[in-house]
């Protein structure tokens, strides 16, 4: 059983930045695609940024302050996150599909609160 873990939530001001990383619990093989998605309260999940084949994608809410990285052999992906705004608030969960198992794997959100 593989376990995606966040970190790096937490509370900041507007403007300021910060980074999430996500782990696998072991060697995830076959990665197609890694990102991150986002819920608030009474919201549905949105995407935020995805590397799929190499290729990244954003929200368009946060193209040009958010950054998605990863490697894939390491199973970790990251996402820096800089001019947060108020809107920004939300539960950040990490996403991972492997093609070899068949499964998209999530962790279990990290909280990131930005305030005025």
């Known amino acids: 059983q593989v376990e995606l873990v966040e970190s790096g939530g937490g509370l900041v001001r507007a403007g300021e930045s910060l980074r999430l990383s996500c782990a696998a619990s072991?060697?995830?093989?076959?990665?197609?695609?890694m990102g991150w998605y986002r819920q608030a309260p009474g919201q549905e999940r949105e995407l935020v940024a995805r590397?799929?084949?190499?290729?990244?994608n954003y929200g368009d809410s946060v193209k040009g302050r958010f950054t998605i990285s990863g490697d894939t052999a390491k199973a970790t992906v990251s996402l820096q996150m800089n001019s947060l705004k108020v809107e920004d608030t939300s539960v950040y969960y990490c996403?991972?599909?492997?093609?070899?198992?068949?499964?998209?794997?999530w962790g279990k959100g990290t909280l990131v609160t930005v305030t005025s």
């Open positions: 996403n991972i599909y492997s093609w070899r198992d068949g499964k998209e794997y």
């Open positions: 072991r060697v995830i093989v076959g990665i197609h695609t």
């Open positions: 590397i799929r084949e190499g290729t990244t």
